[in-house]
């Protein structure tokens, strides 16, 4: 049992490559998130999914996209990278008590992903 | 102001010693979360609670909703608890997002 799986866990890009985080899940979680931890500033939510199918914006989603094809499967997307995002990047899943409440249940979090941009 | 504030931001104490970690948050929760991030390292989940206390070896968390406030305390403190403790609520008027504290750095010297 794997948990929550963040690939890859260090990456350094140029400004204006494109990249593409995955963070994979095998508990059958319903929720999936994605945060950026700086220095100072806690976890910020860029994106996060309810669901298979269905994705919603965060606290900071510009400059990143997201998809969720497969339940276990959450992408986080730069598509042109700026010295901005350089961050620790985090992904979590949880399962929904009652959805539509905030009812998430216990989060499971990766083991995070360093992206340096210069 | 923030939604979810921790008290003390940074926090250096003797092994041994018994540590308090406050939370206090000011929107409707369903449920408070714990979780722990060792330096370098990922976020663990130590609790999830949405009334009375759990404990779990020596640490003991509380939740008193009327007062919207959260404690984690650790008994017998050692230099391994060193770490950012944050504190995260489920808020049902947040549409299904947890909000985070911003942490507290804990240290316990040998």
């Known amino acids: 049992n794997a948990g929550v799986t963040q690939t890859p866990k260090f990456r350094v890009l140029k400004t204006g490559q494109s990249m593409t985080l995955l963070c994979a899940q095998d508990?059958?979680?319903?929720?999936m998130y994605w945060y950026r931890q700086d220095p100072g500033m806690g976890l910020r939510l860029i994106h996060y999914s309810v669901g298979e199918g269905t994705t919603a914006k965060g606290e900071v989603p510009d400059g990143y996209n997201v998809s969720r094809l497969k339940k276990q499967n959450f992408l986080l997307g730069l598509e042109s990278a700026a010295p901005s995002q350089t961050s620790v990047y985090f992904c979590a899943s949880s399962y929904s008590i009652v959805r539509g409440t905030g009812g998430t249940g216990e989060l499971f979090f990766g083991e995070g992903s360093r992206l340096t941009v210069l | 102001k923030n939604e979810v504030e921790q008290s003390p931001q940074n926090l250096t104490a003797q092994e041994g010693e018994f540590i308090t970690i406050n939370c206090s948050y000011s929107v409707g929760i369903s449920a408070l979360h714990w979780l722990q991030q060792h330096p370098g390292g990922g976020i663990v989940s130590l609790f999830m609670l949405s009334s009375g206390k759990k404990k779990h070896g020596r640490l003991i968390a509380t939740i008193n909703i009327q007062e919207k406030h959260s404690s984690l305390h650790i008994t017998a403190s050692h230099p391994r608890d060193s770490a950012v403790y944050i504190c995260?609520?489920?808020?049902?008027?947040?549409?299904?997002?947890?909000?985070f504290g911003k942490g507290t750095r804990l240290h316990i010297l040998p």
């Open positions: 508990m059958n979680h319903e929720y």
């Open positions: 995260a609520v489920s808020s049902w008027n947040r549409d299904d997002k947890i909000i």
